[in-house]
């Protein structure tokens, strides 16, 4: 008998069905001479600080640094204090029932970092040694797993992918908890914390916010003249913008209307803009943000629900290229894509015989290939889905398909001893932008303002018909979009001045495709940052944790981009895990006492007046908000049956007297309901129900 594992029941369910595993059982399937179980995402998780005997948030404790680390089944936060799920508990003791009457197992968690440290500690922590193998597959469809079942590779060749995960997981782990505590005994409050990965951003962030906000805008004059040539215009652009207006008017009084221009060059030249490469998660995330607005959470969400569909392939991927094996299905993959509605019509002209190999590069696909769908037939999708999935299906056309083919233009001319020039091009054959012909690649073809359309030669003697002056403005650079944002996340070695600290980042980011989306939606939960319209911006408590660290190592960008680095040497071999463990805990130990050696006591927030005697004012704490006035009395804890209360439910509530609604409450009995916290009269907190509920309090 032998034992398949796999990420979640759907996946569980489906890999049952191809290798004939149909008696269903409670946490499993059997059949054929498989047993096919499932995790429930981690269902093991490294022990929080309590286990390791850290019960007290204090200076004395820190930094803290287990050795070894222990795994524990996964815990849950309740009113009580973190406890084991039950849930999570009961499926390891299903998993370890299938192992135990098995000869060896099958891996097939997710193929990446997170689905290798699934099943690894899963495997370790019920005490395993059973050879096991490893379902390698990029998608879920019956093909390629009865494909991946035929080509099963032996588990240790991961070892490294595992390694690098692990390392991650404990590096996360000793910065993250200790920072964080650290920060909650300078500051005052719990509900703050610090992360390898998340502080770097939010610094990125904030900096770029100081940077737009600070700016201050200079003025400069451009002048322009037009000529025309019969019925045709050209408007033409002096090269030089000057800083100050008197030298301007000067300038633009030299001209008149009988000066003449000469035109000195008249220049047409063919260019081609090559076609976009496939879609990796994290430039598919930009441009559902672009265009759909969607958030990069979301739009992994929607990737993963289209991939567990058999639509895609597998979404959490690094690669914008595919090997060799997968291009050989390619064509009929966009035999599917042009059937579909939205690309008819570029279809009846696009050539299945030339495709563009651009992002066919069997050494530059990492542990899974560019993002492409699977050719099943879409059923049933929400209107994100199909957005989405039109967009990989958009993709994978643009990217088969030829460049786009343009004439430009360029002609400068001398008028009264100043030059000036015109640019403008047209697009002599599409290609590529065919395929979604968007408004904003249209604008680009437009010529400079309202450029016009006459054509000059070298040497022609033209009349001015026109002249002018326009004041404009420097700009700063725009807020961070999560588009942007995410940009700049994979890509902030680029900007790192320092030339050997550059080449060895070129290749780095900070966090990974999968994680990028989880780490700005911590620090929207946090607090810390805020989306306004399309940008995003800190929040004063997050420009508060900035001041304090932003000159820290916690904060910086390079070194944490260089850990990125470090993660995919040991996954390549050419780092020991032990080396890099070191190194992140002599960083923890530095990062930690600068932390603690911050000197403000509290995260800015609002000051409340009491409520209840309008005289004191309300502290906020890590656990408790209360008045600080003699005699007073009121006091709010912070966790209220199984829910914490943030900051912002604290503000709510001293404000208006009442918590917007908070899903999720746990009665005594585990009966789930939604309320919002509000006062009685006699100012305790008590529940509030949504008026469809009835206008009841318990």
């Known amino acids: 008998m032998k034992a398949i594992i796999a990420e979640k029941p759907s996946v569980g369910m489906d890999i049952a069905r191809v290798v004939g595993a149909t008696e269903k059982k409670d946490g499993y399937c059997i059949g054929n001479g498989y047993m096919v179980t499932w995790a429930l995402g981690h269902l093991v998780s490294l022990a929080m600080p309590g286990t390791y005997g850290y019960t007290k948030t204090t200076a004395d404790n820190l930094p803290m640094i287990p050795e070894p680390f222990r795994l524990v089944a996964r815990q849950i936060k309740t009113a009580k204090g973190m406890v084991t799920d039950i849930t999570a508990n009961k499926q390891l003791k299903t998993i370890d029932e299938v192992f135990s009457k098995c000869d060896s197992i099958i891996v097939a968690t997710d193929a990446g970092r997170e689905g290798e440290l699934i099943f690894r500690w899963i495997y370790d922590y019920l005490g395993y040694t059973k050879p096991f193998q490893r379902l390698w597959i990029s998608s879920l469809t019956d093909e390629a797993i009865r494909e991946g079942m035929e080509n099963l590779r032996d588990g240790s060749g991961y070892d490294s992918l595992y390694a690098a995960a692990d390392s991650r997981a404990k590096a996360d782990w000793l910065v993250g908890m200790n920072a964080s505590r650290a920060l909650a005994i300078v500051s005052g409050s719990a509900n703050n914390s610090i992360g390898r990965v998340q502080t770097p951003t939010l610094a990125m962030i904030c900096a770029r916010f ?4 600070n700016f201050v805008s200079t003025p400069y004059w ?39 221009v000469t035109v000195t060059k008249a220049e047409r030249k063919r260019t081609f803009r090559q076609a976009p490469l496939l879609y990796d998660l994290t430039a598919l995330q930009k441009d559902c943000n672009i265009h759909y607005d969607l958030t990069a959470d979301k739009t992994l969400s929607i990737a993963q629900s289209l991939y567990e569909k058999k639509l895609i392939s597998y979404p959490r991927t690094g690669s914008r290229h595919i090997p060799e094996d997968v291009m050989v299905h390619i064509p009929a993959l966009l035999q599917k894509v042009v059937a579909m509605p939205e690309f008819r019509e570029y279809g009846n002209t696009f050539d299945l015989s030339g495709l563009n190999t651009r992002s066919v590069d069997n050494t530059k696909v990492t542990d899974h290939h560019a993002l492409i769908i699977t050719g099943i037939e879409p059923q049933d999708l929400s209107e994100t889905e199909s957005a989405v999935y039109t967009m990989i299906a958009g993709r994978m056309l643009e990217s088969f398909s030829s460049p786009c083919e343009k004439e430009s233009l360029l002609m400068e001319c001398t008028c009264e001893g100043m030059d000036f020039r015109s640019r403008s091009s047209v697009i002599v054959n599409p290609g590529w932008r065919g395929v979604f012909r968007r408004k904003e690649d249209r604008d680009e073809d437009e010529p400079d303002g309202n450029g016009g359309s006459a054509v000059f030669a070298v040497g022609d003697a033209v009349p001015v018909t026109g002249h002018g002056m326009a004041q404009k403005k420097t700009m700063p650079k725009p807020l961070y979009t999560e588009a942007t ?12 001045t320092d030339d050997e600290a550059k080449e060895a980042m070129k290749d780095s980011g900070i966090g990974t495709p999968a994680t990028r989306a989880s780490i700005i939606t911590t620090l929207v939960g946090r607090d810390y940052i805020a989306r306004s319209g399309k940008s995003i911006i800190p929040t ?30 040991i996954e390549g071999h050419t780092l020991d895990p032990e080396t890099f463990m070191c190194s992140i805990r002599d960083y923890t130990r530095k990062a930690t006492d600068e932390i603690l050696r911050l000197n403000f006591q509290t995260m800015p927030g609002k000051v409340f007046t009491c409520p209840k005697c ?13 008045c600080d006035h003699d005699g007073c009395g009121l006091l ?14 604290l503000e709510q509530l001293f404000s208006s007297g009442s918590t917007r609604v908070i899903k999720g409450f746990k009665g005594k009995k585990g009966v789930s309901f939604d309320a919002a916290v509000t006062f009685d009269t006699e100012y305790n907190p008590v529940f509030s129900f949504p008026k469809h509920k009835g206008n009841k309090k318990r």
Do not use: P
Not at 543 to 553: G, H, S
Not at 636 to 649: A, C, Q, Y
């Open 222 to 260: 451009q002048l322009h003249i037009t000529l025309k040539q019969g019925g045709a215009h050209r408007q033409f652009i002096h090269l030089e913008e000057f800083k100050d207006k008197v030298t301007a008017e000067a300038a633009y009084r030299k001209i008149t209307s009988g000066s003449i």
């Open 485 to 496: 944002l995410l940009g700049a996340m994979e890509s902030c070695g680029k900007s790192i």
């Open 540 to 569: 004063e408590k997050g420009m508060c944790l900035y001041e304090a660290v932003k000159d820290m190592r916690v904060a910086d960008v390079e070194l944490t981009g260089s850990w990125e680095k470090a993660l995919a040497q």
């Open 614 to 626: 309008k005289t004191g004012k309300i502290i906020i704490r890590s656990k408790v908000a209360k």
């Open 636 to 649: 709010v804890f912070r966790r209220i049956l199984n829910k914490e209360l943030t900051d912002i439910h």
């Open 210 to 213: 100081s940077e737009n906000r």
